[in-house]
């Protein structure tokens, strides 16, 4: 039996409703393998400050330090993006977890799901068969450097700042992502304009050397962006920094047809934190329209974290079934949608029960909800 401890941040939004789901399939898992699962929850974001005037209060920090990964929601709120002046902003939140935590390295798999081709924009034999992994340095660069106003206010600056030691530690994971994939590393940069991204470009170079099974390019960061759109197969593993990973990861979501189908890891030293790449999405709040799966595929993910590969192959082995079988919510499933809930339930059943596989595509096949 393995006994861990999870800290789930519900968030803001839909961030509870997702999570509730995940919960419940990691509930699942630790079912069927006889494992045990300790999962807490504790507010950060918009609700946090709500309710303490902090978006991640002590007990929260310290909950996350105690525990072997974190799963997180969603934060956000309109009443914190729409007013500029506010001094308090959930994403602080967010920014300052990380930073104590040293989750250095944002890890998104970004997969063409053959059966939701069509409900990407692009084109689909430009998608198919799209399978990367992005690598996104998490704590430096233009979101952490120093920022403010000149003193006569009429500009303002944000100093984008890299050091070897931060370029080195993330771009060593990628490269053994590479050398386990199909071992191309793609290094994305502005280094015709950027001193930081001339040391990225400098640093990877010579670690290349010890990773000569796997090919490197070098892409500019515009021409990384047209290539997404243009032939996003060609890439494999992808490292960059912050603010490009930023950019690019949101922009090659596009592909999968769906943000409610991506998960994510942010990893540093010790313990992890594990979400889907989507916002709060606050106009679905309680709907029930919400999609769970990045939020189970990140469960997937963090399961992987702590060695567990049987039953994280498990997890997406049953989304695959919710997905064959149109067991989805509305954005992917207009004319017989499932609740959020429902699509939960069905991903959890089929971990927690193999015996009753057939059971449930027969009813999904005649439009019957599963039930647990």
């Not at 047809?257 to 679905?284: D, K």
């Not at 959890?348 to 027969?362: H, L, T």
């Amino acid at each position: 039996m393995v006994s861990k401890k999870i800290a789930v941040l519900p968030g803001d939004g839909i961030g509870p409703e997702v999570c509730r789901q995940a919960v419940k399939v990691l509930e699942a898992v630790a079912t069927r393998f006889g494992h045990r699962f300790e999962m807490q929850s504790y507010p950060m974001g918009a609700c946090a400050i709500d309710a303490t005037g902090n978006p991640l209060p002590d007990e929260t920090l310290d909950a996350c330090r105690a525990a072997d990964a974190v799963l997180l929601g969603a934060i956000g709120d309109p009443k914190y993006d729409n007013d500029p002046s506010a001094k308090v902003r959930p994403e602080q939140g967010l920014l300052r977890l990380r930073k104590e935590l040293g989750l250095f390295a944002n890890i998104r798999p970004i997969t063409a799901y053959d059966i939701l081709l069509p409900h990407s924009p692009l084109k689909q034999d430009r998608i198919q068969g799209t399978d990367m992994v992005i690598f996104r340095e998490l704590t430096g660069g233009i979101y952490f450097g120093a920022k403010g106003r000149t003193d006569d206010g009429e500009g303002a600056y944000d100093h984008c700042v890299y050091s070897r030691h931060e370029i080195r530690r993330i771009a060593h994971m990628a490269f053994q992502s590479a050398a386990g994939r199909r071992q191309r590393l793609t290094l994305v940069d502005k280094a015709n304009v950027l001193e930081t991204s001339r040391l990225w470009r400098e640093e990877v170079r010579e670690m290349a050397h010890q990773y000569p099974e796997v090919t490197v390019d070098y892409l500019l960061v515009d021409n990384a962006a047209m290539q997404m759109i243009l032939n996003p197969k060609q890439f494999d593993v992808i490292l960059t920094e912050n603010m490009f990973g930023d950019i690019i990861s949101d922009e090659a979501s596009v592909i999968a047809g769906s943000m409610g189908l991506l998960p994510s890891a942010s990893v540093g030293a010790e313990v992890a934190l594990f979400e889907p790449i989507h916002g709060s999405y606050p106009q679905a709040k309680g709907k029930g329209i919400a999609n769970p799966i990045a939020t189970i595929l990140s469960a997937a993910m963090l399961l992987e974290h702590l060695e567990l590969n049987e039953e994280a192959a498990l997890v997406r082995e049953a989304v695959d079934e919710a997905l064959n079988n149109g067991v989805l919510t509305k954005e992917l499933n207009t004319t017989a949608p499932y609740t959020t809930e429902e699509v939960g339930n069905y991903i959890a059943f089929w971990i927690a029960d193999s015996s009753e596989k057939q059971w449930n595509k027969n009813n999904v096949e005649i439009g019957l909800s599963t039930i647990i």
